[in-house]
C-alpha cells in the first residue's frame, strides 16, 4: 500500500515543494491549506506522517494537532514552523508532535526524516548486549583493532606488564579491563589508579596504597607518564619483585619522555614487556557504525535504532579529535534529541554535521566531475573534423539541467527564476531556445 501523507501547510511554494519531496519518497500527498481542511481531509483517514505548520490563517497548528490526536490519528506529527518559541516546542511535544523544523525548512534534512518514517529498516533490537562496556569498546573489524585483538589474546594468556599506548579517549583503560577480566588472575584483585586524580602531595601515598591493595594482583595505571621520577622508581621495585602485575597506560610516546629525561629507561622496559597500541577513531572508520548503535542503545534502551545513511556519513567524515570518548557522547546527545527511533543528522552535535555537510558536497562534486568526464570522452570519439562545437556541448548540458530544475520546480518557470535569482526574461530566452517553449 503507497504510504500517505497529509500536508497542512498555507504557503503554496512549501506545500508544493513539500509535495515533490513526498512524492520523490513514492508516497501520496494530500494537501490542505488551513487548519479546518486538514481536520476534514484526516476525518475517517490514515496517514502514515502529517506535516503540520503551527502558523495556519484559520487556527493554531497546535489545536490542530490536539485535535488530530482527539480523533485517533496515531501517524507522527512532524511540526514546521516559522517563529520558534520554547512555550511551542514543549507545547508541541506535549501533545504527541513527533519533531519540530524551523523555517526556512532545510528540505533535505525533511526529505531523510521522512524517509526514516516511511520506508523504516527493520532491526532486531537496539538492546545492548550483555557484555562489559570496556569491551563493547573493543569492537573493530579495522586492521589496527584486529592487530590490537592479537595483542590483548596474547596479554590475557600471560601474567607479564603490558604498556598500553595511543591517543587519549581511544580506549587503553577499556582494554585494561579486559586484558584483567580475562586473566588467569581474574579473580584476583584488581586496582586502577590515576596519579592525576591525586593531590601533588598525596600521590606517593595514594600509589602505596594502591601497590598494598593490588598486591599479588592487577595494578592499572593510567597515563603512567605523569608520575614523577621518584614514584617511576617505586613502581619499577613493585615488578622487580613480582608483587603485582602492572598495566599502564600512556597517551604520550614515552621515547620521547626518556630522551627528555622525565622518564626512567629501566621501568619503560619493564613495562614493554607486551605493548598494544590503540589507533584513533578516524583510522578505524569501518568500527564506527557498530560503536554507534551500541552507545545509542545504551542511553536509549527501550528505543530500536536505525542510523540513516546521510547521519552515518556524517559519522564518519569527523575526524574524532576525542576518539571512541567523544563518540560515545555524541551518541548521548543524539539519544537526548532524537524524538523517536531514527538516527537523523539533525540529531548530532553541529561540529559532526559540518564535517558531513563538507563531505558530501564534495562527493557531489566528485560525482558531477566524473559523469561529466565519462559524456565528454564519448562525444569525442569521433574524428576532429566531426567535433561537436563548444556552444553545442554548452548547450547540451544546460538543456539537461533546465529539464530537471523545471520538474523540481513543478514546471513553474516563474518559481524556478525566483528561487535561483535568475532573471525571467533570460530563463525565458534559454526556455524558448533551447527546449522550444514559450
Partial sequence: MTPRVLIIEDEYALAAALSTVVRRLGSEAVVAASGQSGLDKAKGQTFDVILLDIGLPDMSGLKVL??????????????ITAHGTLENALEARRLGAHDYFLKPLNLPEMQSCLRALIQPVSVESASPPSVEKAQVLMIGVSPGMQRCFATIAQACA?????????????GKTAAAQVIQRNSLHAKSSCVTFRADEWPEEKVASGLQTALKEAREGTLIVEEIADLSLPLQAMLSRAISTEEVRVLATSSVVLT????????????????????????????????IEALSFFWFAESA????MVIAPETLACLKAYDWPGNVRELVT?????????????????????????????????????????????WLDL???????????????????????????LAHFDDKPTRMAAALNMNRATLRRKLRELLGRD
Fill in 158 to 170: 600471560a601474567n607479564v606488564p603490558v604498556l598500553l599506548s595511543g591517543p587519549r579517549g581511544s
Fill in 66 to 79: 490536539s485535535a488530530l490526536k482527539a480523533t485517533g490519528q496515531e501517524g507522527p506529527v512532524l511540526i
Fill in 256 to 287: 620521547d619522555q626518556i630522551s627528555a629525561g622525565r622518564f626512567r629507561e629501566d621501568l619503560y622496559y619493564q613495562l614493554a614487556v607486551l605493548q598494544l597500541n590503540l589507533p584513533p577513531l578516524k583510522e578505524r572508520i569501518e568500527d
Fill in 379 to 405: 562525444q569525442l570519439t569521433v574524428p576532429e573534423e566531426s567535433l561537436p562545437l563548444y556552444d553545442d556541448l554548452l548547450a547540451n548540458v544546460e538543456k539537461q539541467m533546465l529539464v530537471r530544475l
Fill in 330 to 374: 555524541a551518541m548521548r546527545h543524539a539519544a537526548a534529541v532524537a524524538s523517536g527511533p531514527f538516527l537523523l543528522p539533525r540529531h548530532l552535535p553541529e561540529a559532526i554535521v559540518a564535517a558531513g555537510q563538507a563531505e558530501v558536497s564534495s562527493h557531489r562534486d566528485e560525482a558531477l566531475m566524473n559523469a561529466l568526464t565519462s
Fill in 301 to 304: 534502551p527501550h528505543r530500536d
